[in-house]
């Protein structure tokens, strides 16, 4: 089909923007680079209704996106041009955009998403080729694509969050058009309703949570952090933010960086605290880095001897018990309940919650990361699903960690203030018994009544799980394989502190010692 477009179009170029995981304005390459060229720029995000259908997506997902989406339409609005919502294919949508406005140059963010959005920007890419659309796609964060990453990805990324903030362009000129609206979650076929105790998305939300942090709650972030019940103040709670790109990781780094510049000197806690919280930082880009590099991370194990170790199809009484807080376990049960309710976790209780799935219920990581996934209002393909296969065991180069619940109950929670909380059934359990209900006297009255008897037997599945596993690891031809995977992702930290490539082959077990799949949090 010829393309009809009108002769000042044709004589004043136009540029689309298309927004991804980038919502904002602030510290955008790819709409500073638009705006810095001759001609108008055309800002478009796409609804697509596929991609909602997905079984990793959710209603409280899309909550937070459409928030962040009302920020940014009044954003590019005051800069002279409205955001252009859309719904449908993404090639058929862009297509439609040409055929109106004949547009040849498209720039986005490099977007590290789950599969699904990589075989979609496939399909894009082929459109753009076939059409002469040159689709230029510029990094948002350290994550590169399409280059040997191997040697001194640190020293690159450090130059990255060093580089200057990409300021916000004075002025846009843009095209006449219908802005859209935003469609309810409803239409997409999202049933599940938004908790009010979800944070609240957008990018003036963003800027105040980060200021909050490092200037009130932060101080005791590096203490705090592993505890579900001081972790929701002392943790940044920017994880939401950094996800859909309503505030970039430089920008965080650059603020941290100041903070710790006005704090030198201080012996109150903030600087051992803002340190922790850098390096942590980096670690999200570096696990991203590992879904950029093999994106079928989500879908098949790392390592390939562990496939199907665990039953495809999960127990469903297990699975259930678990996903609604309802194993007899005290602890697991708070904190699933907690996630429910607050779309969020700190990163020592989400691996708990994964690795009991995997190991004393026997789950495979597959479906109970998907429904993690659903849950986590901060969803970040290229955190999780890595972070999913640590914990479970089946990357074949990390410890096997399996998290012992009650003890993490007692030390997390000593009095038990958060498990009373979230698990109220537990009221008349003496504090002495809050975490094994099991053994106190007046268990007849509790157990199977207000509360589920466990639906393991805690030790025994303990035991047939590290048998189970380490039977895998044990097999010839495992470790030779391990060797391949650390050639590939696993890092270290070389003199100065800072994450380096593992090129040269180790024995596995070298890697093994990871402090990263215990803390993550921000």
């Known amino acids: 089909m010829q393309t009809c477009v009108s ?73 002279g041009t409205p955001l252009a919502l859309r719904v449908g294919d993404a090639v058929q949508t862009l297509e439609d955009l040409r055929q109106k406005f004949g547009f040849t140059q498209m720039i986005s963010h490099i977007e590290t998403g789950n599969l699904w ?59 006449k058009l219908e802005p859209g609206t935003l469609p309810s979650a409803a239409s997409l076929g999202l049933v599940e309703g938004r908790p009010d105790t979800l944070q609240v998305g957008g990018r003036r939300q963003a800027e105040r949570v980060l200021e909050d942090f490092l200037q009130r709650r932060g101080q005791p972030y590096r203490r705090a952090m592993s505890s579900p019940l001081s972790a929701e103040m002392a943790c940044s709670r920017l994880s939401p933010y950094l996800a859909y790109g309503a505030i970039t990781v430089r920008e965080v780094v650059q603020a941290t960086a100041r903070r710790q510049a006005e704090l030198k000197g201080s012996r109150s806690g903030w600087l051992s605290s803002l340190s922790s919280f850098q390096s942590r930082l980096a670690w999200r880009d570096h696990f991203t880095q590992k879904l950029e590099d093999q994106p079928d991370i989500e879908t098949k194990c790392l390592h390939p001897a562990y496939e199907g170790l665990r039953p495809e199809v999960p127990d469903p009484a297990l699975f259930l018990a678990w996903k609604t807080g309802q194993t007899g376990v005290p602890f697991v049960d708070a904190c699933m309940r907690y996630l429910i309710a607050t779309g969020w976790l700190n990163f020592r209780m989400r691996a708990m919650l994964m690795s009991f799935a995997s190991y004393q219920l026997w789950l495979d990581w597959r479906s109970t990361g998907l429904h993690l996934a659903r849950l986590f209002t901060d969803y970040e393909p290229g955190i999780h699903w890595p972070q999913v296969q640590m914990q479970s065991g089946t990357t074949g180069i990390n410890t096997i960690r399996i998290y012992n619940p009650v003890k993490q109950g007692l030390d997390q929670d000593p009095e038990g203030i958060f498990t009373r909380r979230w698990v109220p059934e537990l009221a008349p359990v003496p504090d002495v018994f809050l975490q094994e209900p099991w053994r106190w006297d007046g268990r007849g009255t509790l157990l199977g009544v207000a509360y589920p008897r466990p639906v393991v037997d805690l030790k025994t599945a303990v035991s047939q799980a590290r048998d189970r596993v380490w039977a895998v690891r044990r097999d010839r031809g495992f470790a030779a394989k391990a060797g391949q995977i650390v050639t590939k992702h696993a890092s270290r930290k070389d003199s100065a502190g800072h994450f380096v490539n593992d090129r040269a082959p180790r024995r596995p077990r070298r890697a093994l010692g990871d402090d990263r799949q215990m803390s993550f949090d921000l």
């Open 7 to 79: 002769s000042d179009l044709a004589a004043d170029p136009l540029t689309l923007v298309w927004f991804k995981r980038d919502l904002r304005v602030t510290d955008h390459p790819a709409l500073q680079s638009a705006a810095s060229g001759p001609g108008r720029v055309l800002p478009v995000y796409i609804i697509e209704p596929d991609y909602w259908h997905l079984p990793d997506m959710s209603g409280r997902h899309w909550g937070f996106i459409a928030e962040c989406l009302r920020d940014l339409q009044a954003d590019l609005t005051r800069l």
């Open 117 to 175: 959005s990589f075989a979609r920007d496939q399909r894009v890419a082929n459109w753009a080729r076939a059409q002469g659309v040159v689709w230029s796609e510029l990094p948002q964060s350290a994550v590169t694509r399409g280059i040997a990453r191997a040697n001194r990805w640190a020293d690159r990324r450090g130059r990255f969050v060093a580089e200057a903030v990409s300021p916000i362009p004075p002025v846009l000129r843009g095209v």
